[in-house]
């Protein structure tokens, strides 16, 4: 009879035990509403070599564009998780579910919207013709062919370097493509965002911008192509941020002005 009562005890707590397994199951998969990689996170990527946007300090991700991905988190009542993957493959990961959400500077294209959905832009910037501040034969992007252009693989930049030269230089940082201007012979010019170009120059970089911006840019977050209701959730917050005056806040912090604001009317959209 003990044995028989042991062995009913042994099998009652065992079915408590898979009761209980199967309850939460059930609920990480109700709650996470969003199909997050992490439950009750915000997993963004971006490259971590991105400064001022995105960078490593002290051991800690920082930059704009960690700030604005943490209070987009904190609006979805999320806990922000950044994490940092090389850009020329940033978009195969989010493809491989290894993060939620691109918060890294990457901008709106046709191309890239086969493969993720984007929100509305959390940015604006140009994308700028940048050479040593003693060089005066480029005046112009006529002036680049048969020069050395360095460029970030698999950026917005490439393209248009390549319709300018057919001599470019790929790079995983622009601050290492900025630095190589200054090294006789290394390049000749590069092509990145006007904003990174005049953080170089604030920084002690002795380079300098050729002409006016080629075209203006749209950085925004990107998802899942799957996931609108992720996607719809993150514009739904970028906007309550924007509305409530943290982005201002946020902007000014690094770059003394709001980076939304920009007229658009007469400008060259990347597309």
Do not use: H
């Not at 002036?143 to 001599?167: H, M």
């Amino acid at each position: 009879m003990g044995k028989l009562k042991t062995l009913l005890f042994l099998l009652m707590a065992t079915m408590l035990v898979l009761a209980a397994c199967g309850e939460d199951k059930n609920n990480a998969a109700g709650d996470n509403e969003y199909g997050l990689v992490k439950k009750g996170k915000l997993t963004y990527a971006a490259s971590g070599v991105y400064k001022p946007f995105n960078f490593e300090e002290n051991g800690e991700l920082t930059g704009f564009d960690m700030e604005i991905g943490a209070a987009i988190a904190e609006k979805m009542g999320l806990e922000p998780n950044p994490v940092t993957n090389p850009f020329e493959t940033i978009l195969q990961g989010l493809v491989a579910n290894k993060y939620d959400a691109i918060i890294g500077s990457m901008a709106y294209t046709k191309e890239r919207a086969k493969q993720a959905a984007f929100t509305e832009p959390y940015y604006y910037s140009g994308g700028m013709i940048w050479v040593a501040k003693d060089n005066n034969d480029i005046k112009s992007p006529e002036d680049l062919k048969g020069k050395k252009i360095g460029v970030v693989s698999q950026s917005t930049y490439e393209e248009p370097a390549k319709t300018l030269s057919d001599d470019i230089q790929y790079y995983a940082s622009d601050v290492v493509a900025l630095q190589d201007l200054t090294i006789e012979n290394r390049l000749d010019a590069v092509i990145t965002a006007d904003i990174v170009g005049f953080e170089a120059i604030d920084n002690g970089f002795e380079i300098k911008e050729v002409g006016n911006p080629l075209w203006v840019e749209q950085p925004s977050i990107a998802v899942k192509k799957d996931n609108e209701k992720l996607r719809d959730a993150i514009d739904k917050a970028l906007q309550e941020i924007i509305d409530d005056g943290t982005y201002d806040e946020i902007s000014k912090k690094w770059f003394d002005r709001n980076l939304l604001d920009i007229d658009l009317e007469d400008a060259e959209l990347l597309e």
